[in-house]
Nanobody
Framework: QVQLVESGGGLVQPGGSLRLSCAAS????????MGWYRQAPGKQRALVAI???????NYADSVKGRFTISRDNARNTVYLQMNSLKCEDTAVYYC??????????WGQGTQVTVSS
């Protein structure tokens, strides 16, 4: 049974930083491309960053140069380091396999609020 547990969100001022973590279980973690997604109020969930099993990464244009995705296959965990946060980064952040759809299992997410 797949389980994804996101953590590390919170309230931060513009320009601040947060590090999100996602612990995965019930999947063969190290063979999958993993991604971070976010859903802002009134908007659809969108892909923010992905990392392949080999460590190659790709980012949405809106976060390039500010966010860094990484993974620890020994811990079945994927991370998202978020720097220079902006108000428009406010959203619930989720992790999942790359290409996950609304029909897939999703964890509870972690709320990130960027506000002064």
């Amino acid at each position: 049974q797949v389980q994804l547990v996101e953590s590390g969100g919170g309230l931060v001022q513009p320009g601040g930083s947060l590090r999100l973590s996602c612990a995965a279980s019930g999947i063969i973690f190290n063979i999958y491309t993993m991604g971070w997604y976010r859903q802002a109020p009134g908007k659809q969930r969108a892909l923010v960053a992905i990392i392949t099993s080999g460590g190659m990464t790709n980012y949405a244009d809106s976060v390039k140069g500010r966010f860094t995705i990484s993974r620890d296959n020994a811990r079945n965990t994927v991370y998202l380091q978020m720097n220079s946060l902006k108000c428009e980064d406010t959203a619930v952040y989720y992790c999942n396999r790359g290409g996950a759809t609304t029909d897939d299992y999703w964890g509870q997410g972690t709320q990130v609020t960027v506000s002064s």
